[in-house]
């Protein structure tokens, strides 16, 4: 529940954003449904649902992007023009998108320089100062190089980068599209102190969030949509998560995360990683045991990123062992690791895990094609009986087998990330963020799919942002501070509390993994990369 008083702030009765009975239809499939919202000057005002509920389909029509079939858009009680961005930005709104609209390869100052308003640009020789004045302005903690191009930032530093960008404009209303995915707790704090500074200014601030104990600590009024259909407007001080998750998907809140399954196997050591060092983490040492699920907690930028890319092969260790069902893995590539039963759901699944422009059963099966190969010649129907029986098991929704992933919404795309180690079945899943951007139904559906992958004798280790879901998912917690182990929490005492209390507790929380100079950029997993290990085994 929120911590504010109500009364609180400076919010007023005027509406600086209105959609009046906004419809969409796209094909077959309806985005709104007579639909109204609105904002008002001195409000956050958060747009929760499930992914499909029409949330970004209403951000994108707010803002010009989107033609709605019927309704209408006002802007400062402006009326806005159904196919036009730019009168909605000289109108004052402002977007911060979640998969980022920056130019990666130029830098930070350039950016900034091109989002704000022509009157409002410095002179071009004075770029780097204006920039880096502007970033300490904005008090979102972003300790950047103007001249680091964009393309070198963190997946965090990303996010908060499109907030300063939006906020370049100096908007009547904000639109933040999940701008927490990839945060911290004190990024999350950061992004906080910024929209509440904007809420004190008269700006109307439209949060849209997936993590829902983040929303209702900043929000005035929570918005709830399903299917497409509005499900009403709710003061967020008179509202819990348990009712918010009702609302949402129409399930209890105390089932989304399923327990484990009762065996009379023995456990067995499944990983042991033994004083491991790499760039910027390190010596870290603990143990895996088959069917258990251990989270990484810690602060954004103290080697959490870094020890699971050097597990997963992406980066060579500097030291140590690591040694996966009685193997010793030399972790020189992702290849070795996946063939020795080492498996990584990376956190960007759009540029990491998944091809987008390729279909559901292609994504699913490449790293498993010889399980489906005799003499070289791939069994098609075997393959794609395999894959939707996945599909079914996992309540993937996807109009077919051969849909283009890029199509589908972000939890879609995520199971078809975590179905690729049901066909490989590996020893050792390493998830990382596995719910980031992904709504609160497809949640409960990925933590079951994990649940049942440890069940079946997988070791599990997840790293989260999210001291509640470290909390409900796992079986232990690893605290992780200045690139080492610094606590670990047993079962018996996990509880969000408990998690947040040895993250602040940790001997200083370093930054320096975050700098986008500071240490070496981590190569992504390719498509070629994965069709290799595809063929490996």
Request: net charge negative.
């Amino acid at each position: 529940m929120s911590n504010r008083n109500p009364e609180e702030g400076s919010s007023t009765h005027e509406v600086v954003l209105e959609l009046t009975g906004v419809s969409r239809q796209f094909g077959a499939v309806r985005a709104l449904s007579d639909v109204s919202f609105d904002c008002r000057a001195g409000e956050i005002h958060a747009l929760v649902g499930e992914n499909g509920s029409g949330k970004s389909t209403l951000l994108g029509i707010a803002s010009g992007f989107v033609e709605p079939d019927r309704g209408t858009i006002r802007i400062g009680g402006e009326p806005l023009r159904t196919d036009s961005p730019a009168q909605a930005r000289k109108l004052g709104l402002a977007m911060a998108y979640q998969d980022g609209s920056s130019v990666q390869a130029e830098p930070v100052k350039n950016n900034l320089y091109f989002a704000a308003p022509p009157e409002d640009r410095p002179a071009y020789w004075r770029r780097k100062k204006w920039a880096r004045k502007l970033l300490a302005d904005f008090d979102l903690d972003l300790e950047l190089f103007p001249d680091a191009p964009t393309g070198y930032l963190t997946m965090a530093e990303r996010q908060l980068f499109e907030v300063a960008k939006a906020l370049v404009t100096n908007p009547k209303v904000l639109l933040l599209d999940e701008p927490t995915t990839a945060l911290g707790p004190d990024e999350v704090a950061a992004l906080h102190r910024t929209i509440l500074a904007c809420r004190e200014r008269g700006v109307g601030v439209v949060y849209v969030s997936h993590r829902l104990p983040e929303v209702l600590e900043v929000v005035d009024r929570i918005t709830v949509l399903r299917d497409g259909e509005y499900q009403g407007t709710f003061e967020a001080s008179e509202t819990t998560e348990p009712e918010l998750v009702d609302r949402i998907v129409g399930r209890s809140f105390a089932a989304a995360f399923p327990p484990p399954a009762p065996t009379t196997v023995e456990p067995r050591e499944v990983l042991v990683v033994d004083g491991l060092q790499g760039q910027a983490f390190g010596p870290v040492s603990f143990t895996l045991e088959s069917g258990e699920i251990v989270g990484i907690a810690g602060a954004e930028g103290n080697g959490q990123d870094l020890l699971f890319d050097c597990l997963a092969g992406r980066t060579p260790p500097r030291a140590g062992r690591v040694v996966c069902e009685g193997k010793e893995l030399t972790l020189i590539s992702t290849t070795e690791a996946v063939s020795s039963g080492v498996m990584l759901l990376p956190g960007d699944r759009k540029n990491a895990a998944l091809m987008g422009v390729l279909g559901v059963k292609t994504n699913a099966t490449i790293q498993s094609l010889r399980k489906f190969s005799i003499a070289g010649f791939l069994r098609l129907g075997t393959e794609r009986a395999a894959v939707d029986s996945l599909v079914e098991q996992l309540e993937i929704r996807t109009p077919s087998l051969d849909q283009p992933v890029e199509f589908l919404s972000g939890g879609n795309q995520q199971k078809v990330s975590v179905a690729r180690s049901f066909l490989r079945e590996p020893a050792v899943i390493l998830a990382f963020e596995p719910t980031q951007g992904v709504d609160v139904g497809s949640r409960f559906d990925i933590y079951k799919a994990l649940r049942t992958r440890s069940d079946a004798g997988a070791a599990l280790l997840v790293k989260s942002s999210d001291p509640i879901e470290l909390a409900g998912f796992c079986d232990r917690v690893l605290v992780m501070s200045r690139g080492t182990i610094v606590e670990e929490i047993p079962g018996d005492e996990l509880d969000e509390v408990r998690i947040v209390e040895a993250i602040v507790r940790g001997p200083g929380m370093s930054k320096a993994a975050r700098s986008p100079l500071g240490v070496a950029m981590p190569k992504a997993v390719g498509t070629d990369e994965l069709a290799a290990a595809g063929e490996s085994s």
